[in-house]
Nanobody
């Protein structure tokens, strides 16, 4: 599966952004999907994930209550709505597909990232 994230940009603290990830491939609807991020000088970290049908979702503690992940299997897309953004949310955001270990947040396929910058 090929993935393309979009929707990043510059936003002031307290603002909102919605990231989108478009996926190719007829098997998209069978895959768990995830969002990860990598801040400057730091390693990649888990942000959110959703299982193939949307019945199981989990979030990193740092984004709970502020971010919402959703998927649209009809459009082969997954979204990340980010509200109440903070400067520490600044990072390159990546979408991922096809979890090999959902509980461990490990994925097989990765797209190019989209940069989110939150100014204070």
């Amino acid at each position: 599966v090929q993935l393309q994230a979009s929707g990043g940009g510059l936003v002031q603290a307290g603002g909102s952004l919605r990231l989108s990830c478009a996926a190719s491939g007829r098997t998209f609807r069978t895959y768990a999907m995830g969002w990860f991020r990598q801040a400057p000088g730091k390693g990649r970290e888990f942000v959110a994930q959703v299982n193939w049908i949307g019945s199981n979702i989990d979030y990193a503690d740092s984004v709970k209550g502020r971010f919402t992940i959703a998927r649209d299997n009809g459009k082969n897309a997954v979204y990340l709505q980010m509200n109440s953004l903070k400067p520490e949310d600044t990072a390159v955001y990546y979408c991922a597909a096809d979890a090999r270990d959902y509980a461990a947040h490990e994925y097989n396929s990765w797209g190019r990232g989209t940069l989110v910058t939150v100014s204070s």
